[in-house]
């Protein structure tokens, strides 16, 4: 029965066009109406934008309702899973994401970018690759039939991991000691993206299960749930690209250049973590998640940092803006991947 509930409609099915047409919605929407819809851009508390805020919590929600937490403590028994996911993210993605962004933009760009904005592309490109994805992979979790309960705990270790070495090793990469973490930002994000949305589903869950049953909460409400999470999505998509509609317009070489070393590094990532997981011989259920976790980012912790490291105009963080704008439609073409390698 489980199986039949998330089998993709048709909706989902043709998620990729709706997908390419909310980002041509939104570069229309910023580029025609930009002053109409930069208010909203501005709507921020602790640098976590919060209309993107409120989509990103109505997407992780429907996945929330779902976690057991009494079977959380059988995790530990299943450690695999979750080593792969930290040596992963600490002690590959970082430097993997440093030497791809060494490569593209001052050897393979050199004839189109200095030297001294290539060194700021790459700084915006670390501070995407040092710091993995704390929201939206419940979203590619869920689509992609996902252990909510373990990608929870692979989640809440890594943003533990984040407090103690994301300074550390951007510093090491920058070649920098002052970096400057805004914590507000960061335990902000935590909050708003994992407790309360799990909160939320945690009581939500008890309630509904203790009046209606166990059977209609996961064959009725749950299913009908679901669409709020992909119209969240899609939404997010036309507000990101509606925010930075004149920059890609204006901009289109340098949106694509950049794009290409974040886009081979998202799937390089994935590809390695996915046959990691296949020959720790995980299940399904723990090892796309762990390949999602890895192949996304923290993009709004990116974009703070770059801003207070090397300004709102700066090339570092117009790389962090890239990554916020192709991650939605390459980690969709990888949800698609990974429902297609189900095993």
């Known amino acids: 029965m489980e199986k039949q509930i998330k089998q993709i409609g048709f909706f989902e099915k043709y998620l990729t066009l709706w997908v390419a047409i909310c980002i041509l919605v939104g570069i229309g929407i910023g580029h025609f109406a930009g002053d109409s819809v930069s208010f909203l851009s501005k709507l ?9 805020a409120i989509l990103i919590w109505l997407m992780i929600y429907p996945m929330m309702l779902q976690i057991d937490f009494s079977s959380i403590k059988n995790v ?10 930290l040596v992963v993210n600490w002690l590959i993605k970082p430097f993997t994401m440093a030497f791809f962004a060494w490569i593209f933009f001052t050897k393979i760009y050199a004839a189109f970018i200095t030297p001294e904005l290539a060194g700021e592309y790459i700084a915006g490109a670390i501070l995407l ?18 252990d909510p309960n373990y990608t929870l705990v692979q989640v809440s270790v890594n943003d533990l991991i984040i407090l103690v070495a994301f300074v550390p090793i951007v510093g090491l990469l920058l070649g920098i ?41 996961k064959n009725i409400f749950l299913p009908k749930l679901k669409p709020v999470s992909i119209i969240a999505l899609l939404t997010t998509l036309v507000l990101l690209f509606a925010f930075q509609g004149n920059n890609i317009i204006e901009k289109p070489l340098i949106i694509l250049l950049v794009a290409v070393p974040l886009i ?26 762990a390949s999602m976790i890895g ?13 207070a490291l090397f300004g709102l105009q700066s090339p570092a963080a117009l790389v962090t803006v890239v990554g916020v704008l192709v991650e939605v439609p390459v980690m969709l073409s990888l949800v698609k991947l990974a429902n297609k390698w189900k095993y």
């Not at 921020?44 to 993107?52: A, D, H, I, K, R």
């Not at 002052?178 to 589903?201: E, H, K």
């Open 264 to 289: 081979i590094q998202t799937y390089f990532i994935f590809f390695i973590t996915w046959f990691g997981g296949r020959k720790l011989k995980l299940p399904h259920a723990i090892c796309s998640p």
């Open 44 to 52: 921020e508390l602790f640098g976590v934008n919060l209309p993107v």
């Open 76 to 85: 530990g028994k299943r450690p695999k899973g979750l080593l792969l996911t």
């Open 295 to 307: 192949a996304s980012n923290f993009f709004e912790l990116a974009v703070a940092v770059a801003i």
């Open 129 to 146: 690759g040092a710091a993995p994805c704390t929201a939206m992979v419940f979203v590619w979790s869920y689509l992609t039939d996902g």
């Open 177 to 217: 000691t002052d970096v400057q973490i805004p914590y507000d930002t960061l335990i902000a994000s935590v909050i708003t993206f994992v407790v309360v949305p799990l909160l939320a589903g945690y009581i939500t869950n008890k309630i509904l299960i203790q009046k209606k049953g166990d059977d209609w909460f």
